[in-house]
């Protein structure tokens, strides 16, 4: 902890700065206020000792203006003059502590400890506070275990397994609903910083001012709105692990100060001059190519390899099938349980299942499940509810019966898009909510089957 004595009696000044070093403090002495007050615009300290009478400023005005610089800094003044009114006025703008001398070296110590333990519990309970800000979004989301007997998935839990133990960055790439943040998750429950917060951001959420804020915090002031000081994910993070979700939509003026933080471990809050030393591990995340936002200038090539040391790609559900019913019957197993019912799928409603092409993914599939879970009134929940819930089409199989895997995938898609379509009346955006994908991806497929019009 960081401690600056402002006494202008050269022996008094010395003497204070040795035992409290000794004590095990950091300590910067300095002969006059002003001059303490200018390395406090450019540095930070927790707790500032002064003596009462100086010049040109005294005591109080050091305790005033240190605390109009840094609102958090614990002042302990100390005077051989000091009366009862001193005090008392010190108190009210704000001073932790008053303390006349002489006082014994062992007196001094005990009330910098005590100073010490305070901003130790505030800093904890900030901490918790503002990790709870943030957290409180999640404690309404389910997170599921990861689920998955395909060679794929078992390579990544793997990979999970070998890379938590180290502290290397990792980018996880994977469309939307593949499961991305699970993964970070698992990374960082089976590290040794499991004990430390987990913070998440959805860099693709923000504008770039907000994102900035977000990451680094700000000081109280520092924009239209900011009525206090808050600290950024960065430091709620500290000795744990942040996850960077969708880190391919940050602008390029973002990435050169992601990639300084990363590069340097510290950063400043905006509206701060105060430089703050982190210790965090960045697990990324990204449902674009970033070899292709590379090649079009659109993310830095330095930034890309500072996040991927560790690179974990998870497939979409389309390419590992083989889970399909492994993944239905554990959401299945979930929903029983929390509505102490017994519904399940038959083998006719599975291989349907695993005809779809998922564009949504496992995202989309356990919405499909709770859905089918809560409307189906049978036991067996019935292959044309699950038919007429992924568009209407195949309740027979008229579609595909008969045909090779990938001609059956490719009317059945075609017929999902078709009639989502006409739900939307034709209004594409809309026939792109309605398939879980986006418009982009919504005309990419309609120029493969032939209905872009």
């Known amino acids: 902890m960081k401690v600056i004595v402002v006494e202008d009696n050269d022996t008094m000044r010395l003497g204070l700065t040795e035992i409290l070093r000794r004590a095990g403090y950091t300590v910067f002495d300095f002969a006059d206020g002003p001059e303490a007050l200018k390395y ?14 100086m010049a ?42 008053f303390l006349t001398k002489p006082f014994p070296k062992e007196e001094l110590v005990l009330r910098v400890e005590k100073i010490a333990q305070k901003i130790t519990q505030q800093r904890q309970i900030e901490v918790l506070r503002a990790q709870n800000e943030y957290l409180q979004q999640e404690l309404s ?32 790439e994977g469309e939307s609903g593949t499961g991305k943040e699970l993964v970070a998750r698992a990374i960082h429950e089976k590290s040794p910083r499991k004990s430390m917060p987990f913070i998440r951001v959805n860099c693709g959420a923000l504008n770039d001012n907000l994102l900035e804020s977000e990451l680094f915090g700000h000081e109280k002031g520092a924009f239209s709105g900011a009525i206090r000081q808050r600290k950024g994910r960065f430091e709620l993070a500290d000795g744990g692990t942040l996850f960077l979700d969708e880190i391919g939509d940050i602008s390029p003026a973002m990435q050169i100060k992601l990639l300084r933080v990363l590069q340097e471990h510290e950063f400043e809050r905006v509206g701060g001059e105060a430089t703050i030393k982190v210790d965090v591990r960045i697990i990324a995340a990204t449902n674009k190519n970033p070899e292709k936002l ?38 299945l197993k979930k929903l029983n349980q929390k509505r102490g019912l017994q519904k399940r799928i038959d083998e006719r409603g599975l291989n349907l299942l695993k005809l779809y092409s998922w564009p949504g993914n496992i995202r989309e599939l356990e919405n499909l499940i709770e859905r089918l879970h809560i409307i189906s009134k049978e036991e067996i929940i019935p292959v044309e509810l699950i038919a007429a819930q992924l568009g209407g089409v195949g309740a027979h199989h008229n579609d595909w019966e008969g045909l090779p895997l990938d001609k059956a995938l490719y009317n059945f898609e075609k017929s999902l898009i078709i009639q989502a379509l006409k739900k939307a009346d034709g209004v594409k955006n809309r026939a792109a909510r309605l398939l879980g994908i986006r418009t982009s991806a919504l005309y990419y497929k309609l120029e493969k089957f032939g209905l872009l019009k």
């Open 141 to 172: 989301y389910q997170y599921q275990s990861m689920v998955g007997r395909s060679e794929v998935m078992r390579e990544i839990f793997r990979l999970i397994e070998t890379v938590a133990a180290e502290d290397s960055s990792v980018l996880i």
């Open 40 to 53: 406090l615009q450019s540095n930070t300290a927790e707790i500032l000792i002064t003596d009462l009478r």
């Open 56 to 97: 040109p400023l005294n005591g109080l005005e050091v305790l005033e203006k240190s605390r109009q610089i840094q609102p958090d800094i614990e002042v302990l003044l100390i005077s051989a003059y000091g009366t009862i009114e001193d005090a008392v006025k010190a108190m009210k703008l704000g001073a932790v502590d």
């Open 294 to 331: 590379i090649a079009r200038g659109e993310f830095r090539e330095d930034l890309y390899y500072r996040l991927s040391v560790i690179p974990i790609k998870i497939p979409p559900l389309r390419q590992r099938k083989e889970d399909i019913e492994l993944l239905v019957n554990h959401f």
